[in-house]
């Protein structure tokens, strides 16, 4: 559904030419080293850069560039990599809020933020303030913020940082029940070992060009990748 | 505060209010309260733009003159006050669209600054056109006084009407406060960018929540102009009005219901009844005291007296459970 | 209608004298936003405060250019002790206290001068400089230039400190990043008492010298600052010269805008002019948020 063709941009190539294509129903990583240009990557597909050349397609539709709360009503919706609450709401706030997007009166849109909140596993903490939860909840609040908007395709920008490893395993488990409701997620991630048992489909960055594309077992073993992550022997 | 104690404690205000204007004939205190009903609203107005929406205007003192020169040139006119009203909120509705359309996109001081110069240049306008009656203003002929007229012998009557416009004025902030429109600024009080993420176009926000407060304080402004049937550009236009206002609503507290409401109460008295005290020598002094107030206010509690009650509030549920 | 280029030198003139005054004042206002981040809505009371400073100066028989060290310097102490008190404790806060404060300051200040001085105009008696000089078709009140050239000559003086000397390389470290300057060093709580003490005497020394052209009255602040923060936007907040580039325009637009739209309404192309920058260029002229 995204089709990335291709973007570079600046004085600077921080990415050159990326391909991306990410199916419904399935979760594609974007990896690599840190400063190989994921985050150039994710901020030109999710709307925050404009890219140099290249276009971002979702469902037939143009974004690059596009604002970000046009793109949300298309149906991406994002998390950020420093988590971005709304620190004052309490967390069944913040979810309604999403929800708005789609379920114009506050009736409904409270009813399936409740949903939402109950599926996540927040419940209990509905209503608790945003700034008062631990990290690994705050990530779990901002998924559950943007699954509120009703996305097809689902942005998530090193998600796994800063979680414990119980955390992280929770993590996969909730982006496994994600995906069997048929969103796509698109996810950039810096820690190869998150990824695998989940992607299907990988992109490895390195210094803004891809250099391997396919399967995330052979992705591990690609000699390529190896001297990517860990220079050269 | 629940819908239904806000509405309890608008039924009680009301209640007092309406026994003051109908059983208490002192025409000073009548028009202590109706000032004060007039600042209420004024301030909650403000309370939407800077409070709610964050984006503090220091040119208020614009949708209150329009109300209050729309009422003006309809009277002299020979049009029908209602008319006049509807007329000035429309307009005072336009004209926060034209303003906050290009204004939202600058950064806050950018656009406080921007509200003082747009106003000023209405004050300028105003005082220097021939159609808006240069800087005599207007003054507006005595009809017989009916409500279809909307004048009135007996100054409780006009604090009925403002009560009437106060009433309105306070259930639209419940209704703004609950609705998506206030949830979506809270958001973007919150968070600019991760309210973006969730599709909320802030600039719309803003400007649909700016629309309904000028209509709100240019309403404010017409009622004001029917009681004192005086309407002059440096009454109703200049900084002055529009620093009472803000004042107003800063000691009250931002962002609340009842913020406003407090803030006019607290200015009313001391404006009035300090002045009035001390006699000509007293001028200042009021503005002495807010200044001061507001300092205090500030420096220990952002949230005006308002949020000291939340304060207390929120101390005493945390400590209960 | 045939418009009249005959006064435009001695307009040019004048309006260029009456920016650089504009400049001081905004030097001031964009120095202390620049060092901490707080947009001074107070300070046209400060300015206001000066004049009437000076006004009681020359009772006691100093004229307003023998008054203005004294002035400038008193302002400066004033500013430090404000900052100490009030703007420090508001820097802490959430950013709507910093503009409300400054905001209850100009009501206490406005209302404690029209409580104490009434609302008279108060003027300097046996103002100097009472003459007028003539250069070609140019006529100029001699005040009008004495408070021009000494504004102009403050102006630079600020901004060589702030460009050439230790303290004044400290300020510019702190406007451009404070946590860096932190680092290296810098008391960023006394450079801010000092920058906000600079920023007032500005401000102070400013009203000396309109005290050799204006009157005092409790309201003058406020008309002013409206100015010097139009000048202080369109310059760019932060940058000293970006506040004198603008204060120059304004002064020629609002001079200009006097004669050859009208009097009463020269403040509306200054204000218009405002608008159209910060929506064309949001961060001014030379501004660098």
């Known amino acids: 559904m995204v089709r990335g063709l291709s973007k570079r941009f600046g004085s600077l190539r921080a990415l050159d030419g990326l391909d991306l294509d990410v199916p419904p129903g399935r979760l594609t990583a974007l990896i690599g080293p840190n400063g190989a240009g994921k985050t150039t990557a994710f901020a030109c597909i999710s709307g925050a850069l404009r890219p140099s050349t290249g276009s971002v397609r979702f469902e037939n539709h143009e974004i690059s560039g596009t604002p970000y709360h046009r793109v949300a009503r298309l149906g991406i919706a994002r998390t950020y990599q420093i988590v971005q609450t709304f620190g004052e709401m309490s967390v069944l706030d913040a979810v309604i809020v999403g929800a708005l997007l789609r379920h114009r009166r506050v009736a409904d849109a409270r009813a399936f933020a409740l949903k939402t909140i109950e599926a ?16 690994a909840d705050k990530k779990r609040l901002e ?22 490893p119980a955390e992280g395993a929770a993590a996969v488990e909730l982006l496994r029940a994600i995906i069997a409701t048929g969103v796509a997620i698109l996810m950039v991630e810096h820690v190869m070992e998150v990824v695998m048992p989940l992607a299907e489909h990988v992109v490895v960055l390195a210094a803004g060009k891809p250099i391997f594309a396919g399967d995330p077992r052979a992705a591990v073993n690609d000699p390529v990748v190896i001297e990517a992550y860990l220079g050269r022997p | 505060m629940s819908v239904r104690s806000h509405v309890a404690a608008l039924a009680a205000v009301s209640a007092a209010l309406i026994a003051l204007a109908l059983g208490y004939h002192n025409p000073f205190i009548l028009d202590l309260v109706f000032t004060g009903l007039i600042f209420a609203v004024l301030g909650q107005s ?18 209150f003159g329009c109300g209050a020169y729309a009422a003006a040139l309809f009277a002299v006119h020979h049009g029908s006050p209602w008319l006049a009203l509807v007329g000035g909120a429309v307009v005072a509705a336009v004209l926060a669209v034209l303003v906050g359309f290009p204004c939202f996109a600058l950064r806050g001081h950018y656009f406080s600054i921007a509200t003082i110069a747009v106003a000023a240049i209405a004050e300028i306008t105003a005082s220097n056109a021939d159609v808006l009656g240069k800087a005599n203003g207007f003054e507006m002929p005595i009809l017989a006084p009916s409500l279809a007229a909307l004048q009135f012998t007996d100054k409780g009557q006009y604090v009925l009407v403002a009560l009437g ?24 009080r919150q968070n600019q960018e991760a309210a973006a993420s969730v599709g909320i176009d802030a600039r719309l926000a803003k400007l649909v929540t700016y629309a309904g407060c000028g209509a709100l304080a240019a309403l404010a402004g017409a009622l004001y102009a029917q009681q004192t049937l005086y309407v002059g550009p440096e009454d109703t236009l200049g900084l002055p009005i529009s620093i009472s206002i803000a004042l107003v609503g800063v000691v009250g507290g931002l962002s609340t219901v009842w913020g406003p409401a407090l803030g006019a109460f607290v200015y009313v008295v001391l404006a009035r009844y300090g002045g009035a005290m001390l006699g000509g020598s007293g001028r200042g002094l009021d503005l002495v005291l807010y200044g001061a107030l507001i300092l205090l206010i500030v420096s220990l509690q952002p949230d005006g007296l308002a949020g000291f009650a939340r304060f207390v509030r929120r101390r005493g549920t945390a400590a209960s459970s | 209608m045939a418009v009249d280029f005959g006064p435009l030198p001695q307009l040019i003139v004048s309006g260029i004298l009456t920016g650089l005054l504009f400049a001081l004042i905004s030097v001031g206002l964009t120095l202390i936003f620049g060092v901490m981040d707080v947009v001074n809505f107070a300070h046209g009371e400060f300015l206001m405060l000066a004049m009437y400073a000076t006004f009681g100066a020359g009772l006691i ?29 508001l820097l802490a806060g959430p950013p709507s206290a910093v503009v409300f404060g400054t905001f209850g300051l100009l009501v206490f200040l406005q209302g404690a001068a029209q409580f104490l001085f009434t609302s008279d105009y108060r003027s300097v008696p046996n103002p100097p400089f009472q003459g007028t000089l003539h250069l070609g078709s140019i006529n100029l009140g001699e005040a009008q230039i004495v408070a021009g050239l000494g504004a ?12 050439y000397t230790e303290p004044g390389r400290a300020l510019r470290a702190l406007s451009e990043d404070r946590v860096a300057a932190q680092l290296m060093g810098i008391d960023v709580q006394r450079m801010n008492a000092f920058a906000f003490g600079l920023g007032i005497a500005c401000a102070g020394a400013a009203g000396a010298l309109l005290m050799l052209t204006y009157q005092a009255y409790p309201r003058v602040g406020t008309e002013f600052a409206l100015t010097a923060f139009v000048v202080v936007a369109l310059g ?14 304004v002064g020629l637009v609002e001079v200009l805008g006097g004669f050859y739209i009208s009097p009463a309404l020269k403040m509306i192309p200054v204000y218009v002019l405002y608008l159209l920058v910060v929506l064309v260029r949001p961060q001014g002229l ?4």
């Open chain 3, 61 to 89: 028989g100093l004229n307003p250019i023998l008054a203005l060290p004294v002035v400038a310097l008193l302002m400066f102490l004033v500013g430090a002790i404000v900052y100490r008190v009030l703007i420090r404790r």
């Open chain 1, 143 to 164: 998924v559950a913020r943007a699954l509120a908007t009703e996305p097809r395709l689902l942005l998530l920008d090193e998600v796994m940082a800063g979680l414990t």
């Open chain 1, 120 to 135: 996540l596993g927040l419940g209990p903490k509905r209503d608790a303030l945003c700034r008062s939860l631990t990290i």
């Open chain 3, 152 to 163: 102009l000559v403050l102006t630079a003086f600020v901004f060589a400190f702030v460009e």
């Open chain 3, 236 to 249: 760019g907040f932060g940058s000293v010269q970006g506040a004198l580039v603008g204060a120059v325009l």
């Open chain 2, 165 to 188: 416009l106060f009433v309105i004025a306070q259930l639209a902030t419940v209704g703004l406060e609950r609705s998506r429109l206030g949830y979506y600024l809270r958001a973007i």
């Open chain 2, 46 to 63: 403000w309370n939407w733009i800077s409070g709610y929406a964050g984006q503090i205007s220091f040119g208020h003192a614009l949708f």
């Open chain 3, 286 to 289: 030379l501004g660098r948020r």
